[in-house]
């Protein structure tokens, strides 16, 4: 095949299959351009993406690119008819707005032409003109939004322009194409992915620069999603089902009110009324700065309630969604990110050499430093952790609401009780691997990382487990929490740990077009993967030293001073099942300011006057109350608690105790 040069077929009206029929085809090859069909690019705009929330995520990655140093969401929550998206960006030029509407799927960033379209910079096409790293690629993140409505409007403005420029755009939905188009020929016109109105305003105002994404009409079914519908209307027929004591449909509907919310809308656009008040963790005076960092007090406070609480039950759709943007934009942490910890964090640090067969090494914080600089002091080959998130590339900022991002991960050390590791532990290291002996047409250019995994006796949220993999500052994944396909079953372990990982160079090749997903063929993906697992067994042999030290003090401890049957055959069994993991830390109170408290110190706390009053006795004596936290503990060793909440923990060792009693 490779014998003869292909000649490039020219369309100068004849067909390929023409041509190679023809009299003047000379057998050899003819080279054409494979090409995509209108129907691909209206399946694209119709949306590729599983969640309203992308929409608001790529925008939000647009003003990033954009250079904006603030983004604004308005939404008229809790109707979610009408959402804006502005930022105070560059703004588009005609061409880079023709651009946009006449090569869906051909981005001209990271490209050369980019370059003269001024809007990556000139010195290197990866990063904006201000030096950020970019975020776009593809060049379709902007249909996102026909995840929301089927029009919208660009407003959009560049710095020293005297006018502003709208487009119009509606989109046909690939639905709509289907049952117009059914079988006939000539509907092939109607793939066209839609239509775009365009026109230009003068403006006095030469200065402001911009864009504006403005959403009037928000399809039905987003309403509903954003809105909770399905779940108030579960929550009123329950309410219902109590007041006319139906129990059995009471008991079947599981849906109940999340802690915070937005509040009810009921009815239309226009005509609805507000049915239920929000109910949220700040009131109209608190600065927006301080809002996130109260949600996330909100989520942590149900602790209370169940040992690992979770973002569904606890918000409803829109504060998820809220949360769920904060964790995947290029936004500070609400606190200190991982690589500012120090030991006053309650934390050990270590280092994970690259390679699989170093151990990892403890880093020394006593002299107050923070990680980062542990890293640089105490390692060989000073390496600097998270350099880029040291470099200002300007400030960032996204308010939705009047609620302004940060990224909600906390990294307080949460106890375990008594029993458990005093500290957290912070394994941190870096990765660039030699890719020079990979091929490469397969190896998709040079790949580059930073990480962390943060182990914690309890991870709270529950969705906040697992490992996120940002790109250039942005993700669009959230936790995976199966650490991508860890196959070793050490369920508990796994449970309590948080890692994020910092990819600077690569990876998006290895991202599927919805960006949701990896694909685990790409040899990046590979990579970032065989270093997650070493990195999982690095710090799996740590917390077996550490726990397994800390339960020999202590062995001696209870030798010396306990006899006890139960206890000893508690141990025994403890251990069968859950090896070093220290026992959990079981109490009875009967005040519920105690229970409380004690939940607080991650206590495992059974709360005595439930108990007393399911089994009939006006209190617990010792014995009874030794044996139901025997019980409890006997239920925990085999994990079959993790999903019920508190109320439910107790009430099933009353039953079992009621019956051996
Ligand atoms: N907020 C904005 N400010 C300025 N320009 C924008 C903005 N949003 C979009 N653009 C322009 O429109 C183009 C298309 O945006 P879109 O999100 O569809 O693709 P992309 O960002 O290039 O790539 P990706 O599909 O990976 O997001 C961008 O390349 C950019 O030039
Ligand atoms: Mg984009």
Redesign the pocket.
Known sequence: MQDAEPIPFRKDGQEVQDYLRSESYDGGFVVTDLEASDRVIARVTDGIYREPAAAFR?LI??AW?ADASRVTIHTDAPRFSRVTVSDDGRGMSLQTLTRLIKSIGGSAKRTHEGKELGITSKADVGLTPNGRPI??KIGV??FAVSQLARQFTIATKVEGESYRTIAEIHLRTYEEDNSAQGDSRDGEDSFRSGKVFIKTEPTEDTYAHGTDIIISYVKPNVRKILSSTDRWRLIDEKDKAALSNDWDTFASIKESVPAHHIGQFVGATREGEIKRGPSLPWSSDTPADERMSLLMDAVESQTTRVQRPDLSSSLDAYLHMVWNLALSSPVRYVGPSPFELSAKDSIKAFWLPPDSSTPAQELDLTSGCTVREAARDQVAGAPLLMENEQTPVGSFDVDVDGILLRRPIRYRHISTGERGLPNSLLFVGKFKPDLSKVDPTIRGGDLSFDGYLFWNGRVIPRDNNGVLIRIRGASSAYFDESFLNYKISETTRLRQIVSEIFVHDGVDAALNIDRESFNYAHPHIQFVQSWLHRSLRKLTNKHKEISRRLRDTRKLHFIENNEDFIESSLEELWQRERGDEPRPSIEVFSEFAEINRSRDDGNLTLDESEISKSIGASTLDPEVKRQATAIYEILLAFDLLTEKSFDQHAEIVAQILKVVR
Do not use: C
């Open positions: 790529e990655s647009n690119d975020i776009g993140g902007m």
